[in-house]
């Protein structure tokens, strides 16, 4: 559907919206038993398909190279029998988790005497758009559908054939499933107009998730008619302090860093405390070097390798997603915390000290979604948070913060249980 005009794009997007509207109602009354079913059996063809959904991506790696895109992309965008198999872990690990459909919150009887309970209820219909990383398909459609929520997805034009496998395979799932298949619903066009056109659509959508870079972010939260839950980019910072452990400090960099440095978990800056520039951090710098990560700090910082380049008032506020760290050298915990609150993208942040009462200021006054203690930023995933996945990971105040999972795609409502009360 990539040569469509513009009257089609209209007419499918409203389309698939209108279906996901009417199919949200039954799939809110839906039993936890039924819609473990559908899953389980979405995991099966997901495992039954992996060949078409490896070919599919192997049309999209190679599109994706011919347009030189960069290598943390590739990296995000890649699928092998391995990440195949981690979609169907987490959509099983999804399973497994409490259903948070028709739970009580809170209960009481005020004075006038009416039982008053808050009960969790699905949002309805959740649109989300995002960039490059095919899992997200089958990860976004699983919480969704547990939590009673029917979807639209509409991914990158990177992973189009990749996901639309995916899309495929869960829709069969549905169909020999009591959960109805116009649950989920995925964009069938690259055109960008799409977009547009669904956050319009706030007669059928409840929600919008926009996940990719500022670009996208800023563009959604401009046109959306409909209420947006926004994961922004992940500037994270890991802070060693004057009594951080030399060797954890190692461990703990190096896979902040290098782990997956195309995810938005990944530190890309570097507070370092003076007075241990001298002998926590050249082990760490020789490291990163040898495994190919470009090296920006400050001059205290350049004084320990030649190899290591000027950063910039630019490299504190840059999201790299590729080899690239930079480090900075600052006074104390207090400085720390204002770098961070001056570069910082309110996501992920982490302190490596063995003193438990500067952890406690670190941890209290960082005011991101996620901080850590002796910790690897690439711990900021709903996965590892036994949420089973996530949506992504929200970085306002509103209407949740931290990783998206099955509760934070719920709101609630007031239930009034009276016996023949009326107000005087």
Same mark, same amino acid.
């Given at each position: 559907?990539?040569?469509?005009?513009?009257?089609?794009?209209?007419?499918?997007? #409203?389309?698939?919206?209108?279906?996901?509207?009417?199919?949200?109602?039954?799939?809110?009354?839906?039993?936890?038993?039924?819609?473990?079913?559908?899953?389980?059996?979405?995991?099966?063809?997901?495992?039954?398909?992996?060949?078409?959904?490896?070919?599919?991506?192997?049309?999209?790696?190679?599109?994706?190279?011919?347009?030189?895109?960069?290598?943390?992309?590739?990296?995000?965008?890649?699928?092998?029998?391995?990440?195949?198999?981690?979609?169907?872990?987490?959509?099983?690990?999804?399973?497994?988790?409490?259903?948070?459909?028709?739970?009580?919150?809170?209960?009481?009887?005020?004075?006038?005497?009416?039982?008053?309970? $808050?009960?969790?209820?699905?949002?309805?219909?959740?649109?989300?758009?995002?960039?490059?990383?095919?899992?997200?398909?089958?990860? @976004?459609?699983?919480?969704?559908?547990?939590?009673?929520?029917?979807?639209?997805?509409?991914?990158?034009?990177?992973?189009?054939?990749?996901?639309?496998?995916?899309?495929?395979?869960?829709?069969?799932?549905?169909?020999?499933?009591?959960?109805?298949?116009?649950? *989920?619903?995925?964009?069938?066009?690259?055109?960008?107009?799409?977009?547009?056109?669904?956050?319009?659509?706030?007669?059928?959508?409840?929600?919008?998730?926009?996940?990719?870079?500022?670009?996208?972010?800023?563009?959604?939260?401009?046109?959306?008619?409909?209420? *947006?839950?926004?994961?922004?980019?992940?500037?994270?910072?890991?802070?060693?302090? *004057?009594? @951080?452990?030399?060797?954890?400090?190692?461990?703990?960099?190096?896979?902040?860093?290098?782990?997956?440095?195309?995810?938005?978990?990944?530190?890309?800056?570097?507070?370092?405390?003076?007075?241990?520039?001298?002998?926590?951090?050249?082990?760490?710098?020789?490291?990163?070097?040898?495994?190919?990560?470009?090296?920006?700090?400050?001059?205290?910082?350049?004084?320990?390798?030649?190899?290591?380049?000027?950063?910039?008032?630019?490299?504190? $506020?840059? #999201?790299?997603?590729?080899?690239?760290?930079?480090?900075?050298?600052?006074?104390?915990?207090?400085?720390?915390?204002?770098?961070?609150?001056? /570069?910082?993208?309110?996501?992920?942040?982490?302190?490596?000290?063995?003193?438990?009462?500067?952890?406690?200021? /670190?941890?209290?006054?960082?005011?991101? @979604?996620?901080?850590?203690?002796?910790?690897?930023? $690439?711990?900021?995933?709903?996965?590892? /948070?036994?949420?089973?996945?996530?949506?992504?990971?929200?970085?306002?105040?509103?209407? @949740?913060?931290?990783?998206?999972?099955?509760?934070?795609?719920?709101?609630?409502?007031? $239930?009034?249980?009276?016996?023949?009360? *009326?107000?005087?």
């Amino acid at each position: 559907m990539n040569n469509i005009n513009n009257k089609e794009i209209n007419n499918h997007i #409203e389309n698939i919206c209108f279906k996901a509207h009417n199919a949200s109602k039954a799939l809110a009354h839906a039993s936890t038993h039924s819609k473990n079913e559908a899953l389980e059996i979405i995991a099966t063809y997901l495992k039954k398909d992996k060949k078409e959904i490896l070919e599919a991506n192997i049309i999209d790696m190679s599109m994706a190279k011919k347009n030189n895109v960069s290598q943390s992309l590739l990296d995000r965008l890649f699928l092998d029998k391995n990440r195949i198999d981690n979609m169907i872990d987490s959509i099983h690990n999804i399973i497994s988790l409490e259903d948070p459909i028709g739970s009580e919150i809170k209960r009481w009887k005020p004075t006038n005497g009416i039982d008053i309970s $808050q009960t969790r209820v699905p949002i309805g219909v959740i649109g989300i758009i995002y960039e490059s990383r095919p899992n997200v398909t089958a990860d @976004a459609s699983a919480l969704a559908l547990k939590s009673g929520n029917s979807i639209i997805l509409r991914g990158g034009s990177e992973s189009f054939y990749s996901s639309s496998a995916i899309v495929t395979s869960i829709k069969n799932g549905l169909k020999e499933s009591k959960i109805s298949e116009d649950c *989920v619903h995925m964009v069938n066009t690259i055109n960008r107009d799409a977009v547009g056109l669904l956050l319009n659509m706030h007669k059928y959508v409840n929600l919008i998730i926009p996940r990719g870079g500022k670009t996208l972010i800023e563009r959604v939260q401009i046109e959306s008619k409909i209420p *947006v839950l926004s994961h922004l980019d992940g500037l994270c910072h890991t802070y060693i302090d *004057v009594d @951080a452990n030399k060797d954890m400090s190692l461990n703990i960099v190096l896979n902040a860093k290098m782990r997956r440095t195309g995810i938005c978990g990944a530190t890309e800056t570097v507070l370092c405390h003076k007075d241990v520039i001298n002998t926590i951090l050249p082990d760490i710098i020789n490291k990163l070097l040898e495994q190919g990560c470009e090296i920006r700090g400050d001059k205290s910082i350049q004084a320990l390798n030649k190899n290591i380049k000027n950063a910039t008032i630019e490299d504190w $506020q840059t #999201e790299y997603l590729d080899k690239i760290l930079s480090i900075k050298t600052v006074k104390n915990v207090s400085d720390a915390v204002m770098h961070i609150e001056k /570069f910082g993208s309110n996501h992920t942040d982490a302190i490596i000290t063995d003193n438990k009462n500067t952890a406690e200021i /670190f941890l209290k006054e960082v005011n991101s @979604a996620i901080v850590l203690h002796n910790a690897s930023t $690439q711990y900021a995933d709903g996965g590892e /948070f036994g949420m089973g996945a996530e949506m992504g990971i929200a970085t306002g105040k509103l209407h @949740a913060r931290g990783p998206v999972g099955l509760e934070q795609l719920t709101t609630y409502k007031y $239930q009034l249980r009276g016996n023949g009360q *009326v107000r005087p």
